[in-house]
């Protein structure tokens, strides 16, 4: 019995000489898992807020025509396709100018028998404008008679209101030669500026004018497109617009390329508002200009809060 007691009090002082050291060890863990971690972390610089205002809209071109003639014609050859790029005062197309030009050549030929009546009047005046000098003098000699004088003075003032009405017809065929040259030069239409074709209208032997007569005629050639004044238009909401400010950054993701995001700004807030949808029209201007950015092609914009696009510029100089 005595032998057993003994065994358990030795086993007893065992375990608590191990059990010691292993409630001590716990002890340092749980204090330091109680304390605040004083480690500093860097600080990142935060990058612009969105103010949450998005809008949607559409990229248009400010500048956008159709070329038409000015004058009613047959489409005899067109020089232009879609996607063309084009200069200013470039050729587009061409229509028949047969009778245009025969109008041009009768109207010069007009012209030069109006400036050879005038020379022809002219010479004849300056003759008669002798013959009167000339009577002067013998008349004060009395070698000629006051009869001849008279006659001499009547013929230089006739001739010189022949000379003044030849005149004035060959400048008026002078300017009908001119009208006939631009008449003519009507028949060839030019690109008004440089741009991108976007539609071609018009098809060799078809009638053109100005005006629609009937449903068989057409009005215009093509349609260009300046790419360099493309831009954005969102409708946003009448309740935000307060929110909104010329030059304020904008982030534009357009529908086609949801992946990216092209930098731009505000240029102007419309000064009007749409009673049907309870917006304001925006225009936005594009930073960088790209190939991908076609008219009509659905945008949406996110208005930052960062400050204007100058002011973002300023600083990250």
């Keep these: 019995m005595v032998a057993v007691a003994v065994t358990l009090v030795a ?28 480690a500093l972390t860097p600080t990142a610089t935060p990058e612009p807020q969105s103010s949450g205002l998005v809008a949607s809209g559409y990229v248009v071109a400010r500048r956008k025509a159709t070329v038409a003639a000015e004058i009613t014609g047959k489409v005899v050859e067109v020089l232009i396709d879609e996607g063309m790029v084009i200069k200013e005062g470039d050729v587009v197309a061409r229509l028949d100018s047969v009778l245009a030009e025969r109008d041009l050549a009768l109207a010069r030929s007009r012209a030069d028998a109006a400036e050879a009546a005038v020379g022809a009047i002219a010479a004849d005046l300056r003759d008669a404008e ?41 400048e008026t065929a002078r300017l ?10 009507k028949h060839q239409i030019r690109a008004p500026f440089a741009g991108v ?6 098809q060799p032997g078809e009638m053109i004018s100005p005006m629609s007569v009937g449903g068989y005629t057409r009005t215009g050639i093509c349609t260009l497109v300046d790419m360099e004044s493309i831009e954005i238009e969102v409708d946003v909401n009448e309740a ?4 909104v400010r010329p030059g304020m950054a904008v982030s534009a993701v357009l529908d086609a390329y949801p992946d990216w995001r092209i930098p731009a700004s505000v240029i102007a807030i419309v000064p009007t508002a749409n009673r049907e949808k309870a917006t304001v029209k925006v225009r936005i201007k594009l930073d960088r200009k790209d190939p991908r950015i076609l008219p009509d092609m659905a945008v949406k914009v996110t208005f930052e809060d960062g400050g204007t696009a100058t002011e973002k510029s300023a600083a990250a100089n």
């Design 176 to 185: 009908d030669a001119k009208r006939a040259a631009e008449v003519l030069e």
């Design 130 to 170: 002798r013959i009167w000098s000339r009577n002067q003098h013998l008349l004060q000699h009395n070698f000629a008679s006051e009869a001849d004088l008279t006659k001499a003075e009547a013929r230089v003032g006739v001739l010189r209101a022949q000379l003044k009405q030849s005149e004035a017809q060959f």
């Design 11 to 38: 086993a007893v002082g065992l375990l608590g000489l191990f059990a010691t050291p292993f409630v001590v060890d716990q002890h340092p863990e749980s204090v330091a898992a109680t304390k605040p971690s004083r």
């Design 240 to 243: 935000f617009i307060g929110r």
């Design 197 to 202: 074709v976007v539609e071609r209208s018009a």
